[in-house]
């Protein structure tokens, strides 16, 4: 069935990057998309990628799609404080009909 | 403009209790989504209505768990005899289908977090 994966935790200073990885079974997802959940909020969208595209890159984010491994990336330059938040990594099930999430990255940015 | 909205934000209520928690889409967005945010299954799909289609409630847990769409717009996902296990988040999310590059992109209203006693 569909499936994806992520690591639960990463922790990095202010200023590095921060790298989150995901995997994912479906192949036939058009889009893949990294959303953001800050405590006690809702989820808002970070960005998305095509499924034939390779990287794409938004400001401080960029992700990069390895579809022949089914590996996703968000990189995040100059981490901030701010964008300590849990990180959820999903692709759409084969019906179109949902988005299938990983169970999420908490990242913690340090000082 | 405005994003999607959930009411109640928060609900209490007693095991074997009935409730109902609301959904406003995103004003013009056809597809409708419902999911369960709980500390140990994650982010669950429970139903998608996309206009005037049948629902695929293919997520729903069990047959306590019903949602209505209105008008296509406004929904409603009502639990009946509420159990301990539903405690939750309940997000709601909408999306535009049929346009350009990313509109099948679903946006996400806030929540609605349910404590069953």
């Known amino acids: 069935g569909e499936d994806v994966e992520q690591s639960l935790f990463l922790s990095v200073r202010e200023g590095d990057s921060s790298v989150i990885n995901c995997t994912y079974t479906d192949s036939s997802s058009t889009y893949l998309y990294w959303y953001k959940q800050e405590p006690g909020a809702g989820l808002q969208l970070l960005t998305y990628?095509?499924?034939?595209?390779d990287m794409k890159q938004d400001q401080r984010l960029t992700v990069l799609l390895n579809k022949k491994d089914k590996h996703l990336s968000l990189r995040i330059a100059d981490t901030q404080t701010g964008d300590s938040a849990i990180y959820f990594c999903a692709e759409t099930n084969q019906a179109g009909t949902a988005l299938i999430f990983g169970k999420g990255t908490t990242l913690s940015v340090s000082s | 403009g405005a994003g999607v909205s959930q009411s109640p934000s928060n609900k209490v209520t007693e095991k074997g209790k009935d409730v109902e928690l609301r959904c406003d889409p995103i004003?013009?967005?056809?597809?409708l989504y419902w999911y369960r945010q709980s500390l140990g299954q994650g982010l669950e799909f429970l139903i998608y209505?996309?206009?005037?289609?049948?629902?695929?409630k293919s997520g729903l847990p069990s047959d306590r768990f019903s949602a209505e769409r209105t008008g296509g717009s406004v929904s409603t996902l009502t639990i009946q005899r509420t159990q301990q296990e539903d405690s939750a988040v309940y997000l709601c999310a909408s999306s535009l289908w049929g346009g350009d590059e990313g509109t099948d992109t679903q946006y996400f209203g806030p929540g609605t977090r349910l404590t069953v006693l």
């Open positions: 004003s013009g967005h056809t597809a």
């Open positions: 990628i095509f499924s034939n595209m």
């Open positions: 209505f996309q206009g005037n289609s049948a629902p695929d």
